[in-house]
């Protein structure tokens, strides 16, 4: 039960961190055009790990509401499980790790 409400909370709250970055933040030296402004900010990390995270706590509140870790006749994962599991150890885990040790060696020096 906690896990579920830890998940859903941390989905809104990326939710609410991307809404804001997006349309709510004005860059001074960020395009004048909207689309622009948008698509100028997808070349900075922070960005993509923002994105990444939210999807992957959606992906986990989805494999919370589908029950249980194993399903079917011949006990395989739920879909969302799997694609979450996936996503967790090929995306989101090296992308928050270098962008930690990217910010930490280049604030420290």
């Known amino acids: ?15 609410a961190v991307i809404y804001y ?3 709510v933040l004005k860059y001074p ?10 698509m100028w900010r997808f070349r900075f990390l922070t960005v993509w790990n923002m994105l990444l995270q939210c999807i992957y706590f959606y992906l986990s509140v989805g494999s919370d509401l589908c029950g249980k870790e194993t399903g ?15 996503l967790f150890t090929a995306v ?6 270098v962008r930690e ?5 280049c ?3």
């Open 92 to 97: 989101v885990y090296p992308l928050g790790t």
């Open 101 to 105: 040790v990217a910010l930490c060696t």
């Open 1 to 15: 039960m906690i896990a579920k409400a830890v998940h859903l909370l941390l989905a809104v709250t990326w939710t």
């Open 72 to 86: 079917g006749e011949k006990g395989e994962k739920c879909w969302m499980l799997r694609a979450r599991d996936t």
């Open 107 to 109: 604030v420290c020096e």
């Open 21 to 23: 970055d997006f349309f």
């Open 29 to 38: 030296h960020g395009p004048a055009d909207k689309l622009a402004n948008l």
